[in-house]
């Protein structure tokens, strides 16, 4: 199946701990986001990365680390989790360089991430 | 700045019509769109308007104009399926996309 996959889908953890979330696209997409969406479903871009290279990053705690090893892949690593981490975070991939119809994003299926 | 507005919250009756209202004022403009949303989902693409006019989609619309920063969602013949958020965002050229705050539409039968 063409998507956008992210794991894990739940994630529940204690404060101060060290977690990642993953994210690959077999879209052949060039550009990947992280967006936040919080408890008021609002969607705000935290990073987006084109080719590897981070082209946006959002003012959020240097806490949270983007990492892009290949353009397929986008992961997110925080550090020294908050209760205010708590939200849904979604990987998207969009194709940037012309050509092909444009669609827009292509979204992740969220992981919802829980701190207590 | 950046600033996309839309109504919070709206109710439509099964088989009715409703209008989706979305305005935005943004840095760069390069499309909007309109996405839905489930509870507990990821959105998914509905429509794509880059020029002034009206795009039609079996039961969804969407139209934009430019010069007034001003988009609707058109959905005819609701069902209760339709009932979930959605969100208007803009194509915030060569960045990113801008998302409004969404709508939560409940259909009711």
């Known amino acids: 199946d063409t998507a956008v996959s992210q794991t894990p889908k739940y994630l529940v953890t204690q404060m101060g701990n060290d977690k990642s979330i993953k994210c690959e696209q077999n879209l052949g997409h060039d550009t990947m986001y992280w967006y936040k969406q919080d408890s008021k479903k609002f969607l705000k871009i935290m990073f987006s990365y084109n080719n590897k290279e981070l082209i946006i990053n959002e003012t959020v705690p240097n806490r949270f680390s983007p990492k892009s090893p290949d353009k397929a892949h986008l992961n997110l690593h925080i550090n020294s989790l908050e209760l205010g981490d708590s939200a849904v975070y979604f990987c998207a991939s969009s194709h940037r360089g012309g050509g092909s119809l444009y669609y827009g994003y292509t979204f992740g299926s969220g992981t919802r991430l829980t701190v207590v | 700045g950046q600033n996309i507005d839309q109504p919070t919250e709206m109710t439509a009756t099964e088989g009715a019509i409703v209008q989706i209202n979305c305005t935005y004022q943004?840095?760069?403009?390069?499309?909007l769109f309109w996405y839905q949303q489930h509870a507990g989902e990821a959105p998914t693409f509905l429509s794509y308007n880059v020029l002034d006019g009206l795009e039609e989609k079996g039961r969804f619309s969407s139209f934009l104009s430019r010069s007034k920063g001003y988009s609707y969602l058109l959905l005819k013949e609701l069902q209760m399926k339709d009932s979930a958020s959605y969100l208007c965002a803009v194509d915030n050229y060569g960045q990113n996309f801008v998302f409004g705050p969404g709508t939560r539409l409940s259909v009711l039968p």
């Open positions: 943004t840095s760069g403009f390069n499309g």
